[in-house]
């Protein structure tokens, strides 16, 4: 059974405009969460990353933010552009999980000129 | 810096051959983790190490084996390989196991036929 699930396999949006990606996960003992961006034919590399002692992080465009009674954590991507279509995947860590990073599926965002 | 590098970057492959792929990082990680890529199954694990010397079962192990000889290696045999091997691995290593983020490398696609 998945702990960690994307939802949406993927999202389009125009360019400029908000960008929001979702990932909710069942495991209360997870504590860590990520986000990786994945191009095409590279390795996925770290994006953002959210301690379960706070419900949100920012860097530049990019903002996570986590809900721990719903286990919903989202990633909002402000302005959004060309360069950030890509797989996005969600991933979370804890003493549930042995600490080993468990990753969603995955949901692919374009954003279009 | 190089980082991860993986080896092969592709393989076609005869159904019950075996096959090594090759990971090494420059970076003295204590963790590494084999993941394979499966068009809407995302990152799935399946065999880590969180130091030299150890190695642990994932989620989908079955049919390939780990060694951690020293701290920069961290090779994935596939004894008789199956036409479900059929994917993209990636090797990812980290500081220690459930801290921080994983550095991933560029991935190898393996097809076996």
């Known amino acids: 059974d998945q702990q960690v699930k994307q939802n949406s396999p993927s999202l389009s949006v125009q360019e400029g405009r908000i960008s929001i990606l979702n990932c909710d996960y069942t495991?209360?003992?997870?504590?860590?969460f990520l986000w990786y961006k994945k191009y095409p034919a590279e390795g996925p590399t770290f994006l953002i990353s959210?301690?379960?002692?706070?419900d949100k992080n920012e860097d530049g465009r990019f903002t996570v933010f986590l809900n721990k009674s719903a286990k919903h954590l989202s990633l909002h991507i402000v302005p959004s552009q060309p360069g950030d279509s890509a797989v996005y995947f969600c991933?979370?860590?804890?003493?549930?999980?042995?600490?080993?990073?468990?990753f969603g599926r995955g949901t692919s965002l374009i954003v279009h000129p | 810096i190089a980082g991860i590098t993986q080896a092969p970057t592709s393989q076609i492959l005869a159904a019950g051959r075996r096959m090594t792929l090759r990971c090494t990082q420059d970076?003295?990680?204590?963790?590494m983790y084999w993941y394979r890529q499966d068009l809407g199954l995302g990152l799935r694990l399946i065999h880590y190490?969180?130091?030299?010397?150890?190695?642990g079962k994932g989620e989908v192990p079955d049919g390939y084996s780990v060694s951690r000889a020293n701290t920069d290696d961290f090779p994935l045999t596939l004894a008789s390989a199956v036409p479900s091997q059929t994917s993209v691995y990636f090797c990812?290593?980290?500081?220690?196991?459930?801290?921080?983020?994983?550095?991933f490398g560029e991935g190898s696609r393996l097809t076996v036929l």
């Open positions: 990812a290593s980290g500081p220690q196991l459930g801290t921080g983020e994983l550095f």
């Open positions: 495991n209360s003992m997870f504590d860590y």
């Open positions: 959210i301690s379960s002692i706070k």
């Open positions: 991933a979370a860590s804890g003493a549930g999980g042995s600490y080993i990073p468990t």
């Open positions: 970076m003295r990680h204590n963790a």
């Open positions: 190490s969180n130091t030299a010397g150890t190695t």
